[in-house]
């Protein structure tokens, strides 16, 4: 995962956060929006254009391709939620303890975090899928562990900076617990830093799984998720048909961006501002 | 003889090579007001930070109410410090009521909301704040006004001493008179001691009976503030009232210099 170098106007912010919404929407509502059942296999139907049955056609088994968009949204919205909310927590835990008690405890975090933050994010979760087998699960704890250093290295800086404030010290002299203090300040006050991270991650954890699925290490047919369909589209392309893949590939690239916009818009929303 | 609300007895804090303090004594009397006042750098801050619990000396003694271990909460609600710098020394998320409301609870559990509610009133206007103000964030506040809910914070548990580190140094001039009127007037009402960290020597005159002077970690100077800063007997203190700007005044190159 590499540090957003995007400069989004700021009008692009909330047509970002719409598409994220609706996203998140169809993810939600798949069996109550989606047209067809995206598993229903219909030979005589394949690679039928767009039509009203099938708005956006259907793929080489004859299975409804905006059916299995809808229902994809699913497992490509929910492989990154998982994984930021794994790293995130796991990652801001960390970081909080390390910055708070210092001394060898923090250089113990910290060399760790360097030794996981030395694997790249994709290497190991495809290492760990190929040697641990494939599916959802695998995948998406090898890669919430990748990106555990990723957001414990930003949160931790930020945690050092805050426990340094004199609130904190005031809080210290009234005799709270470093717990108290931790859990009702620090953490409330690390909140936005943590969105953001958790924003530009989603983009990049949602591209990591894609490629995943892309390699045959993720989810396995007849799973709807987008990276699959990006991958079991790939012959079809040869075909002459490349729909599946083309619509799957545009997913990701728009959930992504707008993800990653939205993230871009609250980091400069929360950014740095202490008082 | 009265045990001291506060006493110091050779005090040494030392970070690696660099020693901070060095064989500090001071004593402050209930209801007293101890000014330390010395330059950037002459160890007060740290005495300071030592007294509050935020530091641990290196070697020495500090005695509260002529205990030299307390618990924490007991230790909270003998001794509290207000900060120098009020931008940063409220939770920016927490509302004034909601800050002060959190010690008092802290302090006394057993205080029913009702009960709460009227003790944040009181100490708002203990402070001179608008009780309106109770519901604003600290971005929402001056400087002054900000100081103001921090020495609330810190008056909340009704403690026997205050320790002000550079309370006033962070605000304008007219807003420093009207702290250190408030911190008077506080004083007057609850009978809280002031252990006044400061290189301001106007200041010092203002709020404190006694002084403490302080050179790279060690005192060179105490007494009756009126007799020091009129008639010092060290060369570090007539350099130091010396430098304090007047008609006429040209400034040395530096105080601590031989």
């Known amino acids: 995962m590499k540090p957003i170098m995007l400069r989004t106007p700021p009008r692009a912010a909330p047509v970002a956060a719409a598409v994220c919404g609706l996203v998140a929407l169809m993810a939600l509502l798949a069996p109550w929006i989606a047209p067809h059942d995206p598993f229903a296999v219909d030979p005589l139907n394949a690679y039928a254009p767009f039509s009203g049955t099938h708005p956006l056609g259907t793929d080489d088994l004859g299975r409804d391709l905006l059916s299995r968009l809808v229902y994809g949204a699913r497992t490509s919205l929910a492989g990154p939620l998982v994984v930021v909310i794994a790293a995130g927590t796991l990652g801001t835990g960390l970081a909080v303890s390390a910055a708070w008690f210092g001394g060898w405890f923090d250089n113990l975090v910290s060399r760790a975090l360097d030794v996981l933050f030395a694997f790249p994010g994709l290497v190991l979760a495809i290492t760990v899928a190929a040697l641990f087998g494939t599916g959802f699960v695998t995948p998406v704890v090898a890669l919430s562990l990748a990106f555990v250093p990723v957001i414990a290295r930003v949160m931790r800086a930020a945690a050092m900076r805050e426990r340094n404030l004199p609130y904190i010290e005031a809080l210290r002299v009234q005799g709270f617990s470093s717990l ?4 009702r300040h620090l953490l409330p006050n690390l909140a936005p830093l943590l969105m953001v991270q958790a924003a530009i991650g989603f983009g990049y954890a949602m591209i990591d799984l894609a490629s995943i699925s892309f390699l045959g290490l993720g989810l396995q ?6 990276g699959l369909m990006i991958a079991n589209g790939q012959p079809s392309i040869l075909a002459g048909f490349p729909q599946q893949s083309l619509i799957a590939a545009v997913a990701v690239v728009i959930t992504v961006v707008a993800f990653t916009a939205v993230a871009e818009r609250l980091a400069v929303r929360f950014g740095g501002d202490v008082r | 003889m009265n045990t001291p609300l506060l006493e110091v007895r050779d005090l040494r804090k030392q970070f690696k090579d660099f020693v901070a303090v060095d064989g500090v004594s001071f004593t402050v009397p209930a209801g007293g007001s101890l000014a330390v006042v010395g330059e950037s750098g002459s160890g007060k801050t740290t ?3 030592i007294v509050t619990g935020l530091e641990k000396a290196t070697s020495g003694t500090v005695l509260l109410d002529g205990a030299a271990t307390l618990d924490r909460r007991r230790r909270a609600s003998f001794v509290q410090m207000v900060f120098q710098d009020p931008y940063l020394s409220l939770d920016r998320r927490q509302t004034v009521s909601d800050c002060l409301g959190e010690v008092l609870a802290h302090h006394d559990r057993e205080m029913d909301r ?5 003790r944040i009133d009181e100490l708002l206007d203990l402070v001179g704040l608008d009780r309106k103000l109770g519901e604003s964030l600290p971005r929402h506040l001056s400087g002054g006004q900000r100081q103001r809910v921090a020495i609330a914070r810190a008056l909340a548990p009704n403690p026997k001493l205050l320790v002000l580190d550079e309370a006033v140094a962070a605000l304008d001039v007219s807003i420093q008179a009207q702290i250190l009127n408030l911190l008077v007037d506080a004083r007057a009402a609850t009978g809280v001691a002031y252990l006044f960290i400061t290189h301001d020597l106007s200041v010092v005159r203002h709020v404190c009976e006694d002084v403490v002077v302080m050179c790279r970690g060690k005192v060179v100077e105490s007494g009756l503030v009126a007799e ?3 008639a010092p007997a060290a060369a570090y203190t007539q350099r130091l009232v010396a430098s304090v700007p007047r008609p006429g ?9 031989g």
């Open chain 1, 180 to 183: 108290h203090i931790c859990l």
């Open chain 1, 221 to 226: 047919p007849p799973a709807a998720d987008w």
């Open chain 2, 249 to 257: 005044w040209v400034p040395s190159r530096a105080v601590s210099r």
């Open chain 2, 228 to 230: 020091v800063l009129e």
């Open chain 2, 47 to 49: 005495c300071a930070r």
């Open chain 2, 114 to 118: 009702r009960s709460r509610a009227a």
